[in-house]
Nanobody, 122 residues
């Protein structure tokens, strides 16, 4: 059984920084794209950033230049460094990973973490 566990959320003042971590555990053959998403109260879940297995990254326009996504393939982990945080960044942040559990599987399946709260005060 695959689990994704996030950590690193919290309360920070505007202009501050936080670093989120997400570790995948369980039976894992390989991980393709990993990503971070967020959901603010009353809004739909939205993409924050993604990173492929080869390290190519993609960011939402709202976080470009402020957030950096990275991964450690040896640890089946991904990270989100968030700088210059704004009150509008307040949300529950979820990690996501496309995982191939067994070598004989042809497809990757999408897994989600439980979410971690990030609150930015003005």
């Amino acid at each position: 059984q695959v689990q994704l566990v996030e950590s690193g959320g919290g309360l920070v003042q505007a202009g501050g920084s936080l670093r989120l971590s997400c570790a995948a555990s369980g039976t894992i053959f390989s991980i393709n794209t990993m990503g971070w998403y967020r959901q603010a109260p009353g809004k739909q879940r939205e993409l924050v950033a993604t990173i492929t297995g080869s390290g190519s990254t993609n960011y939402a326009d709202s976080v470009k230049g402020r957030f950096t996504i990275s991964r450690d393939n040896a640890k089946n982990s991904e990270y989100l460094q968030m700088n210059s945080l704004k009150p509008e960044d307040t949300a529950v942040y979820y990690c996501n990973a496309d995982i191939r559990v067994y070598q004989w599987q042809n497809n990757f399946h999408s897994y989600w973490g439980q979410g971690t709260q990030v609150t930015v005060s003005s």
